[in-house]
């Protein structure tokens, strides 16, 4: 809502308290007889409950305050302050009116909580029709091309190159899929509370190293230039290694997806005395800026390229739960659309955290598979 709209909203619900207050009172001066006062004080009520209700708090002040002024000033006896009956009366006004103007600010309250749960509700029903329409998709396209090449291979002749390029296809598309139920049970288990890191003594650069031997066919492949800087004294760091080389595979994963063909990678690793810095640039196709608060949100499928990514939109969660498992911080910046992204790991060196050997998540309250 803009700063204009806001202001609009906000004197219109102070015009509904002045209003309902000068209805009140000209209703007023057409009553006559000995419970004029009886009808005044209810009618100015009635304009306190109804501002209110749909001003809240401050609109009920304010028609409580108009109010007082009226009874003081147009009742058909004015109020003599050495008058205690009078004075106690107009106390009793008061207090009813501030009573109603209180009970009705906690009924506008909880039925905007009740709207906003409501909301999140509807929010997480789509957004789990989204998350199995995206599960079968991911999961139907792997399947039907291993089935595709089963027959393949049951058809063709004795004679030809067919298993060869057969076994290829079904080994990686077999391979996408244990990926794909892989990340399904890591959400589960970080979701549950069930995820255990291994705590141990790591040896960073090797981790990095081993990751990137990982992913270099699919850099080769793709003609992408890599360039790495690791500072190899990083002895004071505590992890999971497994985990720690699961999260940089994952972001140079996802950088060798959004980098074209000849674009440059660099990792960087940088130690202080109290952290160690994983740093992955690319100099892909960037992150749109109203996308940059959401990568790291679970079944995220916005794409950097505009068209429908591979996965589940998972990754890049895990990735920095793990990280924040281990105490650290997985940030990302970009300038926008064609300029690269830039990830950084922070991970506490051993000073700087606890000793254990192992830890264990907490049950979150996040949607589980």
């Keep these: 809502m803009t700063k204009n709209k806001i202001t609009h909203f906000v004197w219109q619900r102070y015009a509904i308290a002045i209003a309902f207050g000068a209805m009140a009172l000209v209703m007023m001066l057409f009553r006559q007889g000995a419970a004029v006062e009886v009808h005044i004080r209810l009618l100015l009520l009635a304009a306190v409950m109804l501002s209110s209700w749909f001003g809240g708090v401050g609109p009920g ?13 147009a009742s058909t006896e004015r109020l003599q302050l050495t008058d205690w009956n009078e004075f106690l009366r107009l106390i009793e006004f008061i207090v009813v009116a501030l009573l109603i103007t209180f009970l009705n600010d906690r009924r506008r309250r909880a039925q905007e909580r009740a709207e906003h749960a ?14 199995i329409a995206t599960v079968s998709h991911e999961l139907r396209t792997p399947l ?5 090449w089963i027959r393949a291979l049951q058809l063709q002749p004795k004679d030809n190159q067919l298993p060869g ?14 990926q794909l139920i ?81 674009g440059l990678i660099q990792v960087n690793l940088n130690t202080t005395d109290s952290h160690a810095y994983i740093v992955i640039k ?37 990735a920095k739960e793990l990280v924040e498992l281990h105490g650290g911080t997985l940030e990302v910046h970009s300038q926008g ?33």
């Design 144 to 148: 039907t091309a291993i089935l595709g």
């Design 282 to 318: 690319d100099t892909g196709i960037g992150i749109a800026p109203e996308l940059l608060p959401h990568v790291f949100e679970r079944f995220c499928q916005g794409d950097r390229s505009r068209q429908r990514n591979d996965g589940l939109g998972l990754g890049l969660a895990i």
């Design 61 to 73: 002040l304010v028609t409580t305050i108009f109010a007082s002024i009226v009874i003081v000033f």
């Design 118 to 131: 409501q909301s999140q509700a509807e929010a997480a029903n789509r957004g789990k029709d989204e998350f």
């Design 182 to 262: 892989e990340d399904l049970l890591d959400m589960s288990r970080l979701s549950g509370g069930q995820f255990r890191l291994e705590i141990e003594p790591i040896d960073l650069a090797a981790v990095i190293e081993s990751a990137i031997d990982v992913v270099r066919p699919a850099l080769d492949a793709k003609g992408l230039r890599l360039r790495t800087r690791l500072k190899a004294d990083v002895s004071n760091l505590l992890g999971d290694e497994r985990r720690i080389k699961q999260v940089v595979w994952n972001l140079l994963s996802n950088a060798v997806k959004f980098t074209s063909e000849g």
């Design 337 to 369: 659309q064609g300029k690269g992204a830039v990830f950084t790991i922070a991970l506490p060196a051993r000073s700087a955290r606890r000793q254990l050997s192992t830890i264990k998540t907490e049950p979150t309250m996040a949607s589980a598979v």
């Design 165 to 178: 390029i057969a076994v290829e296809a079904i080994e990686r598309n077999a391979r996408h899929l244990s």
